[in-house]
Nanobody, 116 residues
Framework: QLQLVESGGGLVQPGGSLRLSCAAS????????MSWYRQAPGKERELVAA????????NYADSVKGRFTISRDNAKNTVYLQMNSLKPEDTAVYFCKASRGSRGYWGQGTQVTVSS
């Protein structure tokens, strides 16, 4: 069973930055596609960014393009989400997900609050 642990959330002012990390407990981490989702109160969970397993291709939600960057370090079994120019509407619980074939594994989430 793959386990994922997110960290790096917190309170930040508008315009600030945070870097989220998601550490995976799997020697086969490099074979998983990784993604970040977020869920704001009263809203559905939405895809924020994703990175493929094989060639590191990335894609982003339109709302975060140019501000967020997803990356992975397979040697450390970790995926990151660098978030810059944060806005109040980025406030949500952020989850990482590992996917391979039909299987998906979720972390417990980390709260990001953007407020002055």
């Amino acid at each position: 069973q793959l386990q994922l642990v997110e960290s790096g959330g917190g309170l930040v002012q508008p315009g600030g930055s945070l870097r989220l990390s998601c550490a995976a407990s799997a020697f086969t981490f490099s074979t998983y596609a990784m993604s970040w989702y977020r869920q704001a109160p009263g809203k559905e969970r939405e895809l924020v960014a994703a990175i493929s397993s094989a060639d590191g291709l990335t894609n982003y939600a339109d709302s975060v393009k140019g501000r967020f960057t997803i990356s992975r370090d397979n040697a450390k079994n970790t995926v990151y989400l660098q978030m810059n120019s944060l806005k109040p509407e980025d406030t949500a619980v952020y989850f990482c997900k590992a996917s391979r074939g039909s299987r998906g594994y979720w972390g417990q989430g980390t709260q990001v609050t953007v407020s002055s």
